[in-house]
């Protein structure tokens, strides 16, 4: 049984910073992805990441404030999530694939519960 865990959302100030994670349990995946979706808005991509590899993609929204990566060993991704807008304020969700795409920003087949991250102050 495939398992996506997210954690590590929370309050944070306009251009604080903080790190989600994703523990991956149940099968071995080609790729990890990170998605939010804000009130009233419909799910957007974030961030991907291939499991062997490494290659990453972000959706122009976050680059150069945001880093997605992984730790093979522990079955584990993370984004890093720095000078934050009120703008990012969303539930995140933890995304897997199982099988190779072209892109890293669909055909993802799990999902995580979500990890509310509210930027205010």
């Known amino acids: 049984q495939v398992q996506l865990v997210e954690s590590g959302g929370g309050l944070v100030q306009p251009g604080g910073s903080l790190r989600l994670s994703c523990v991956a349990s149940?099968?071995?995946?080609?790729?990890m992805g990170w998605f939010r979706q804000a009130p009233g808005k419909e799910r957007e991509f974030v961030a991907g990441?291939?499991?062997?590899?490494?290659?990453?993609n972000y959706a122009d929204s976050v680059k150069g404030r945001f880093t997605i990566s992984r730790d093979n060993a522990k079955n584990m991704v993370y984004l890093q999530m720095n000078t934050l807008k009120p703008e990012d304020t969303a539930i995140y969700y933890c995304?897997?694939?199982?099988?190779?795409?072209?892109?890293?920003?669909?055909?993802?087949?799990?999902w995580g519960q979500g990890t509310q991250v509210t930027v205010s102050s």
């Open positions: 995304a897997a694939r199982a099988t190779w795409s072209p892109s890293l920003q669909r055909d993802y087949d799990y």
């Open positions: 149940g099968r071995t995946f080609y790729a």
């Open positions: 990441i291939r499991w062997s590899g490494g290659s990453t």
